[in-house]
């Protein structure tokens, strides 16, 4: 049997999700955790592997065990014992060996902050993105929701992707709205390329400037160049929000 967690995590002390041999990963924290907790060596799988300081507060993993531990309750209280402060298991479950948290996933939703105030915030530097100029954000809502459909998605991928058999994805809800002093884009697709969502977000922004217009974002989905996109936003305003099954 398997067990699937919810887990949430701060990514701002992390090379990402994935385990890496330069530095901290939340995978290698949770196996860890879980080794120590279970007595037994384990290999965790996510959902998602979320960039070097990205954050999650919805990310699923998996792991198989060779006996389901009787109290749930309290391998997660030992759990949220043994990972740091900014790692935390949210919840706990049985599935069957069957379950893959990466390909049975239905869609994953994303969302983006950005502080837009002219003086920076202490209390959000870590979780949102300080632009500090007047945004449009009519215009940039107007240019999110363009990416809702099937489209190819070629000009929003890392320049240094590695090969992928298509860049076609199928967007749910692209979308910008007003949260107090925040702008949040939210994004829910079946499937992401690498830095897709951040490199949307540095065009958006282009948007609400007046740098370009929104029905340019017709064009980029069309031309399937990165060079014609924006820059890539950073990783910090980046939040892993659902998994949807």
């Not at 041999?21 to 279970?38: N, R």
């Not at 949220?80 to 939703?109: E, G, K, M, Q, W």
């Not at 099937?150 to 590695?162: K, N």
């Not at 910008?176 to 490199?199: I, P, Q, S």
């Amino acid at each position: 049997m398997q067990l699937r967690l919810t887990v949430e995590y701060e990514g701002t002390a992390y090379r990402g999700w994935q385990l890496q041999p330069d530095g901290p990963t939340v995978q290698a924290v949770l196996e860890q955790a879980l080794s120590t907790a279970l007595r037994e060596r384990v290999r965790v799988r996510g959902a998602g592997r979320t960039d070097a300081g990205v954050h999650a507060c919805g990310q699923i993993a998996a792991v198989r065990v060779r006996e389901v531990p009787a109290d749930l309750e309290r391998l997660q209280k030992s759990l949220n014992a043994l990972t740091p402060d900014d790692v935390a298991v949210r919840d706990i479950t049985v599935v069957d060996d069957a379950f893959d948290p990466r390909r049975h996933a239905r869609s994953r939703v994303y969302e983006y902050r950005i502080w837009n105030v002219a003086a920076p915030s202490p209390f959000w530097r870590r979780h949102a993105w300080h632009v500090p100029s007047q945004l449009d954000v009519a215009a940039m809502d107007e240019a999110a929701r363009v990416l809702e459909g099937e489209h190819d998605f070629a000009s929003f991928r890392a320049a240094d992707a590695e090969p992928v058999r298509s860049t076609v994805r199928r967007v749910l809800e692209s979308s910008l709205r007003v949260d107090g002093r925040l702008l949040v884009y939210r994004v829910e697709a079946t499937a992401f390329l690498k830095h897709m969502v951040r490199n949307v977000v540095g065009t958006l922004v282009e948007v609400g400037r007046g740098e370009r217009v929104a029905g340019t974002f017709r064009e980029l989905l069309a031309v399937r160049d990165r060079t014609r996109a924006g820059a890539t936003a950073p990783a910090h305003g980046l939040v892993l929000v659902n998994v949807r099954y």
